[in-house]
């Protein structure tokens, strides 16, 4: 059988077309930024936003906008203890304080309660996650901001495709980012996507992407990022993006058959998909039920041993080196995002994936959880 990758993209020669015509012929000009702002304007459109500023990454994106808001040292900035690191590493880029909030025991996403117990006179915007594509409460959320005047910011870098109450994944709060990591469901190898409606806002963020000068000027009034992103990038990401509803289709096929798989077992979790969520599943996680008495340290060594791959569920942000490593604190604080995190893991999501594939590994993590020889 043929190896089995974790995780990687689905490119054709449409992608190849695009990028070619980027190489040949957007240098000079007008052209030099062809690709970017196509990209952008459709990429708008499509999640119902007015303005797009395309990044280098996810969490530039992040930054961007934290900065273009305002956040300063000392405020507060609230987000899921669960998350990658990128979501929470921007807050600290300006200075400001990171506050861990619990996640949902359903859907993994922060906890509206938890929000509203973290906020302070110091708290300045809320940062809500959805994770592996799925989507939190956020009637909930936006009701909470309004009434203590604090920005709402999507990090939707795992959930193009997904919908809430039929609204794109990338429409909600006073921003949006997303990723296209060579991970995510569709890549420009390595970027981003900042989404706005608020014209001042967006036009602030322009000017902090490229070293504080107008466009067209090289007279810089104020000292702040190189976030612009490449043509060349911006031809794949387009093409890419042409191919959404194929590549999200295939990530829900993946997750189904993973689902289908195990579906005789009982006490086993994988990504959620509420009545009024559709999920686009960046990634299949599979959380173990008490029942199971597993970690994921130990189903990840296992897999690792018969050279299957996955990755470990989202550690806690508030065990990390990074911010201080407090677990005991960190358990008081969040224990959903320890226990969820403690016993969960992610499948192969790789655009390339067949079905014997996904089988065969099934069978392989069956016999790990009957602790029968692999």
């Given at each position: 059988?043929?190896?089995?990758?974790?995780?990687?993209?689905?490119?054709?020669?449409?992608?190849?077309?695009?990028?070619?015509?980027?190489?040949?012929?957007?240098?000079?000009?007008?052209?030099?930024?062809?690709?970017?702002?196509?990209?952008?304007?459709?990429?708008?459109?499509?999640?119902?936003?007015?303005?797009?500023?395309?990044?280098?990454?996810?969490?530039?994106?992040?930054?961007?906008?934290?900065?273009?808001?305002?956040?300063k040292e000392g405020d507060e900035v609230i987000v899921p203890d669960c998350t990658w690191i990128g979501t929470a590493a921007p807050v600290v880029y300006q200075r400001a304080i990171?506050?861990?909030?619990?996640?949902?025991?359903?859907?993994?996403?922060?906890?509206?309660?938890?929000?509203?117990?973290?906020?302070?006179s110091k708290t300045k915007a809320v940062i809500a996650v959805d994770l592996y594509g799925n989507m939190p409460n956020f009637d909930s959320l936006a009701d909470i901001c309004n009434?203590?005047?604090?920005?709402?910011?999507?990090?939707?870098?795992?959930?193009?495709?997904?919908?809430?109450?039929?609204?794109?994944?990338?429409?909600?709060?006073?921003?949006?980012?997303?990723?296209?990591?060579?991970?995510?469901?569709?890549?420009?190898?390595?970027?981003?996507?900042?989404?706005?409606?608020?014209?001042?806002?967006?036009?602030?963020?322009?000017?902090?992407?490229?070293?504080?000068?107008?466009?067209?000027?090289?007279?810089?009034?104020?000292?702040?990022?190189?976030?612009?992103?490449?043509?060349?990038?911006?031809?794949?990401?387009?093409?890419?993006?042409?191919?959404?509803?194929?590549?999200?289709?295939?990530?829900r096929w993946i997750w189904q058959s993973f689902k289908n798989n195990f579906s005789d077992m009982t006490d086993l979790y994988f990504n959620p998909e509420p009545e009024n969520v559709?999920?686009?599943?960046?990634?299949?996680?599979?959380?173990?039920?008490?029942?199971?008495?597993?970690?994921?340290?130990?189903?990840?060594?296992?897999?690792?041993?018969?050279?299957?791959?996955?990755?470990?569920?989202?550690?806690?942000?508030?065990?990390?080196?990074?911010?201080?490593?407090?677990?005991?604190?960190?358990?008081?604080?969040?224990?959903?995002?320890?226990?969820?995190?403690?016993?969960?893991?992610?499948?192969?999501?790789?655009?390339?994936?067949?079905?014997?594939?996904?089988?065969?590994?099934?069978?392989?993590?069956?016999?790990?959880?009957?602790?029968?020889?692999?």
């Amino acid at each position: 059988m043929q190896e089995i990758y974790m995780c990687g993209p689905d490119v054709t020669e449409y992608e190849e077309k695009i990028v070619l015509d980027a190489l040949r012929n957007c240098w000079y000009g007008k052209q030099a930024y062809y690709y970017v702002e196509l990209f952008e304007k459709e990429f708008a459109e499509y999640h119902r936003r007015q303005y797009a500023l395309m990044t280098p990454n996810c969490t530039s994106a992040i930054h961007l906008l934290l900065s273009g808001l305002g956040i300063k040292e000392g405020d507060e900035v609230i987000v899921p203890d669960c998350t990658w690191i990128g979501t929470a590493a921007p807050v600290v880029y300006q200075r400001a304080i990171p506050v861990f909030a619990d996640i949902d025991e359903y859907d993994w996403c922060i906890r509206c309660d938890d929000v509203i117990s973290k906020i302070t006179s110091k708290t300045k915007a809320v940062i809500a996650v959805d994770l592996y594509g799925n989507m939190p409460n956020f009637d909930s959320l936006a009701d909470i901001c309004n009434k203590n005047n604090l920005f709402l910011i999507e990090d939707a870098a795992e959930a193009l495709g997904s919908k809430y109450n039929n609204k794109p994944a990338g429409k909600f709060g006073i921003g949006s980012t997303f990723s296209f990591h060579r991970t995510k469901t569709i890549t420009t190898g390595e970027g981003g996507m900042l989404l706005l409606d608020d014209e001042k806002l967006y036009q602030r963020c322009k000017f902090l992407r490229d070293h504080g000068r107008s466009p067209g000027s090289y007279f810089s009034t104020e000292v702040t990022f190189k976030y612009m992103p490449s043509n060349l990038a911006a031809a794949l990401g387009y093409a890419q993006f042409k191919r959404l509803d194929e590549l999200v289709n295939k990530k829900r096929w993946i997750w189904q058959s993973f689902k289908n798989n195990f579906s005789d077992m009982t006490d086993l979790y994988f990504n959620p998909e509420p009545e009024n969520v559709f999920n686009g599943v960046w990634d299949t996680a599979m959380v173990f039920g008490y029942s199971h008495n597993l970690t994921k340290a130990y189903v990840l060594e296992s897999l690792n041993k018969a050279n299957m791959p996955s990755r470990p569920f989202f550690y806690p942000l508030s065990m990390l080196p990074a911010f201080g490593g407090n677990v005991v604190r960190g358990q008081q604080n969040c224990p959903v995002a320890y226990s969820v995190s403690e016993r969960g893991i992610n499948l192969p999501c790789s655009l390339i994936l067949t079905k014997d594939q996904i089988d065969f590994m099934s069978e392989v993590l069956r016999k790990i959880i009957l602790r029968q020889n692999v």
